[in-house]
Structures are given as C-alpha cells and as structure tokens.
C-alpha cells in the first residue's frame, strides 16, 4: 500500500499554537519536561469522530495533521485516533529536540494496528503512548518488569526475548489483560504513513469510539455503550442517552458532531466496500 508524504521537519506554527494554548513555558531539557508535555497533551482525547467524518467528506484518504487536530481541539474538543496523536506528539516533542520516534504496536485484532512514540533520553528508552493514555515517560527495560500506577489502571512492561518485543498489560485488583505489543525499534515516516493508511480500513473505524483519562480513572465510549473506570471502582452503562450525557458533559463535543459521524459510518461502510473490490479487480 503506497504511503502520504509526511514531513521530516517540524510544523512549528502547529506546536507553538500548542505551547501557548496549554501554557508551557520553556524548559530545562529533562524527562520530566517530557512528562509534563506528556500531561498537557492528554487534554486532546482519543476519539474517532473526526476521523469518520473527514473520511466520509473527503475524495481520497487524507491525514488529519497537526494544525488540524488543534483547530478541532480548540473549536469542538475533538482529538484523534493514535497516528495523528502520535504524529503531533512526536513534532512536539522534536522541536525540543527530543531523540523520538514513532514505533508501532500489534493489537489482539491485527498487526501494526497501534502506534506510540518511543524516546531515549539519557541512554534509556522510554514509552509515551497518547492513544494508549499513557502521558508520561514510561521506562522500558530488557533486564526488569516495569510496572506503573495510571489513573485508571496499572500498567506493566514485559520483555519478550523471543523476538525482541515488548507485552503492555494493564491490571487492576490482581487481574492482568494484556493490549499490545510493540518493538522499540523506531519506523520511518514512510512506514508510519503507510500503517495510518491501513488503519482507515480497520474495525477501529466501524463504530465511535472516545477515551480520555480524568484525575481518578478513566472514560471509555463505544457506540452506545459506556465505561466509566478508577482503581476501584467500575460504572457501566448501555444506554444512548447515557452515552450522549457523558460526552457533553466529560468530553465536551458537540452533538450534532455525533451525530455526523453516526450518518458517516453508513457512508464509510459502502466506500470502503468499493474500494476493496476497485483493488482487486
């Protein structure tokens, strides 16, 4: 599958529109300047709205870059899917001058289906997962189990010596389910690009999805259903109206930005078939 051009360099208006937005002054270079960029970031949620909806608008598949993703941050409280967070993460934290790079991720539904950021800083290597919710540096070792205390969950790196990779677990009360696996061997832009096209024909982009962390855990939108999670404590719900309740309320986007995309999905199923079937003739 041919790839998009992305830039080698950095869009700067992009992040400097961050950094004045989210006020983050200039900085003595160190990780927890990382993790505090990490945690400002984590305002952008994960959310697929925007991305069902541009697809269905537009003639071919098209990125929603960084300049984009602010905009829409800035005007509906929309974010993104993992490879435009990760994209404007990774500027972000280049024009620091931050060693970073774009690493992918398999998911129990496919191969490079997830994407994160790696940094090294100081002759370690370090996670950053915007999509994943994971908005500090999390070290990554061959030698130790890394286990770390997120609002939602706790969250554990295992190191897989049969094939150089990395398990990512999250556990809660004693119980463990792993998410994804990745390499900490970095991609190219070209690869990157050529995975974020893949990712507008998987099941990520057949329902509505929204995630985004608060103080004391964590809040997960699927359709109509609803997960409201702390360390403790799990709130469930089936229910439309529930559903639109807490994405007013806790995400801020507009309905009728739902409601769009809700119409998008029929739109992006019958043009996904198409192209399928233009690609195999």
């Not at 830039?7 to 200039?26: C, M, N, P, W, Y």
């Not at 974010?79 to 435009?84: A, I, K, L, R, Y």
């Not at 529930?242 to 986007?253: N, S």
């Amino acid at each position: 599958m041919p790839s998009i051009p992305l830039e080698s360099g950095v869009d700067e208006d992009a992040v400097k529109r961050f950094l004045t937005h989210f006020q983050i002054l200039e900085p003595a270079f160190s990780l927890e300047h990382v993790a505090r960029i990490a945690r400002k970031f984590s305002a952008i949620p994960y959310e697929n709205v925007s991305k069902i909806i541009k697809f269905s608008q537009s003639n071919g598949i098209s990125f929603r870059m960084p300049e984009e993703v602010f905009e829409d941050h800035r005007r509906w409280r929309l974010g993104g899917t993992c490879f435009s967070l990760t994209y404007y993460l990774l500027e972000i934290l280049r024009y620091y001058g931050y060693d970073s790079s774009p690493i992918m991720g398999d998911m129990h539904w496919g191969e490079n289906v997830h994407s994160a950021l790696l940094v090294r800083y100081q002759g370690h290597q370090y996670l950053v997962d915007p999509g994943y919710m994971i908005h500090r540096p999390l070290q990554i070792s061959r030698d130790t189990v890394k286990r770390f205390t997120a609002p939602h969950a706790g969250i554990e790196i295992r190191f897989r010596s049969q094939d150089e990779r990395f398990d990512l677990f999250t556990f809660r009360s004693g119980n463990y389910t792993w998410r994804y696996r990745f390499s900490p061997q970095p991609v190219s832009l070209e690869e990157f690009s050529t995975h974020w096209i893949s990712s507008f024909f998987k099941p990520t982009l057949h329902g509505i999805c929204l995630t985004r962390t608060r103080e004391n855990g964590m809040i997960y939108v699927h359709n109509d259903f609803t997960k409201i999670s702390g360390q403790d404590l799990t709130h469930r719900s089936h229910s439309r109206n529930q559903t639109e309740k807490v994405i007013l309320e806790e995400f801020g986007i507009p309905m009728h930005l739902i409601e769009q995309a809700r119409y998008a999905l029929i739109l992006n199923r019958q043009r996904e078939q198409e192209l399928t079937v233009s690609e195999t003739d």
